[in-house]
């Protein structure tokens, strides 16, 4: 299949008069090689709808068009997301295409057109990578599955295991939803602009999560507030959330985690304890 090389991601951002920014964290793959990776690896088929965040130019599109059922781009940029049909029907793929022009910390799957996606495939804004996918996943409970490139060290966050030492609130909130891993690393070069960062891939794939009484926005409460101060213990790192030291310490004895550990020794199911034993 045609896909988008650097001499035509250069010639649509020159039509387009496009230069990236920063702030949206445009920085676009170059090189087909690596998108052909990212479909490989999510193992997407045509059963599968595909959500993707920050489509650009459509590199990533393009692949995914040819391995999905169908693709929902969203992207915030309304020069790029008016472009990429236009990029799509070069290619007799528009079919499998629906562009959703919007933020996608606000999407809902009301927004979807209809649609519910099984796989988030996506090379991720980085300023804003954990906030989106954790958002996607709340929000969209169809997904099952996803892969998205984000930067290197946020890829180490959102795969480690409790005693870590870069285990911390991205990675216990990702594994209130999915089971995640990291998928391998990404080089700069394949971007056009190059950044200044290494990439890495994650892998998701949903799982219900622990079975608890609390809700979800009060098992997220109990992960902000451990983390808030790492260095201390979780009697003391507790003390605000639960009214007073001795108050922490007895939710978490009664959720059978010592008063004295810190919160990056603690798995998803131990904070959904703890917020069981205060609720």
């Known amino acids: 299949m045609d896909l988008l090389g650097p001499v035509e991601i250069r010639n649509l951002a020159k039509k387009l008069d496009l230069r990236p920014t920063k702030k949206l964290g445009q920085n676009f ?26 489509p650009g130019l459509g590199s990533l599109t393009l692949a995914l068009l040819q391995a999905a059922g169908h693709v929902v781009a969203v992207e915030i940029d309304p020069v790029l997301a008016a472009q990429l049909p236009e990029t799509v029907a070069t290619r007799d793929l528009g079919a499998k295409l629906t562009v959703v022009g919007m933020d996608a910390m606000k999407l809902s799957a009301s927004d979807l057109l209809g649609y519910s996606p099984t796989a988030l495939v996506a090379n991720l804004p980085y300023n804003v990578s954990v906030p989106v996918l954790l958002h996607l996943l709340e929000s969209l409970p169809s997904l099952q599955k996803g892969l998205v490139m984000v930067q290197a060290e946020v890829a180490d966050r959102l795969a480690a295991g409790p005693g870590s030492k870069v285990y911390g609130v991205p990675s ?4 209130w939803y999915a089971d995640v891993r990291r998928a391998g690393p990404v080089g ?7 950044p200044n ?11 219900d999560p622990p079975e608890t009484t609390a809700t979800r926005e009060q098992v997220f409460a109990v992960i902000d507030a451990a983390f808030a101060q790492r260095r201390k213990t979780l009697r003391a790192a507790l003390s605000s959330w639960a009214g007073s030291p001795s108050r922490a310490e007895e939710f978490l004895r009664t959720a059978g985690v010592d008063p004295s550990a810190r919160g990056e020794q603690l798995d998803i199911t131990s904070f959904t304890r703890i917020a069981e034993a205060a609720a």
């Open 29 to 54: 793959v170059i090189d087909g090689g690596t998108v052909r990776r990212i479909v490989r690896v999510a193992e997407v088929t045509t059963d599968d709808v595909v959500i993707e965040v920050g």
């Open 188 to 194: 700069r070069s394949v971007f056009w602009p190059v």
């Open 172 to 175: 216990v909130k990702a594994a």
């Open 197 to 207: 960062v290494d990439s890495g891939l994650v892998s998701l794939i949903r799982r």
